[in-house]
């Protein structure tokens, strides 16, 4: 069974760049049925998608970052990152790595525990 | 204001059964499998419904999906005070791999 973890500065300044890092064990991360995402939750708030990389490669995020996101897969060290630019007091959240694991008989997701990441001078 | 739109709260006595809904669109719901999560206070949200009516390997049975059209609901039967927690359904809006949207959430009281 897969385990994620995430690692990543607690503190970050305004207009800096966010950088996080999930760490996964217990197998590859390159299956062509893994969808690797971040889902951030702010203080007291809902759950907000943040982005979905796919086949390595392909990757998806939400619009309301304005462009300031990048997921990014190394498969060398079984790790997903993720890197969001220009950070304001309103990216302030816990950051979770998800896995979505889509097969013919079923799905299912994978979490990592979550880190939480604060944005302040 | 989220995509998909959930009651804040819910409650129930033990022992009730209780339902959450969650309303979208042709464009999320009516097109693609609803995905339902549970969320302890300072846990990480787990998968309780996967693909609309699935229950992932450890799930009680006691959690059931549905769909039908652009609305989808989860429903907890036989509700016990560990089932307090906040719900989340979740689908994608447009293709599969597409852009993942949250409901708002729903705040489960059980009295």
């Known amino acids: 069974q897969l385990q994620l973890q995430e690692s990543g500065p607690g503190l970050v300044k305004p207009s ?3 950088s996080l890092t999930c760490s996964v064990s ?3 991360i390159t299956s062509s049925s893994y969808y690797w995402g971040w889902v951030r939750q702010p203080p007291g708030k809902g759950l907000e998608w943040i982005g979905t990389i796919y086949y390595t490669v392909n990757t998806n995020y939400n619009p309301s970052l304005r462009g300031r996101g990048t997921i990014s897969v190394d498969t060398s060290k079984n790790q997903i990152s993720l890197k969001l630019s220009s950070v304001t007091a309103a990216d302030t959240a816990v950051y979770y790595c998800r896995l ?6 079923n799905a299912f997701d994978i979490w990592g525990q979550g880190t939480v990441v604060t944005v302040s001078s | ?3 998909l739109t959930q009651p804040p709260s819910a409650s129930g006595t033990p022992g009730q059964r209780v339902t959450i809904s ?3 669109s042709s464009s999320n719901i009516g097109s693609n499998s ?3 999560y549970q969320q302890l206070p300072a846990a990480a949200p787990k998968l309780l419904i996967s693909r609309s009516n699935q229950r992932p390997s450890g799930v009680p049975d006691r959690f059931s999906g549905s769909k039908s059209g652009t609305s989808a609901s989860l429903a907890i039967s036989g509700l016990r005070s560990e089932d307090e927690a906040d719900y989340y359904c979740a689908t994608w809006d447009g293709s599969f791999s597409g852009p993942w949207v949250f409901g708002g959430g729903t705040k489960l009281t059980v009295l």
């Open chain 1, 16 to 18: 800096e760049t966010l």
């Open chain 1, 100 to 105: 979505h694991v889509s097969l013919l008989e």
């Open chain 2, 34 to 36: 609803v995905y339902w």
């Open chain 2, 22 to 24: 969650c309303s979208g």
């Open chain 2, 1 to 3: 204001q989220s995509v």
């Open chain 1, 26 to 28: 217990g197998g590859s």
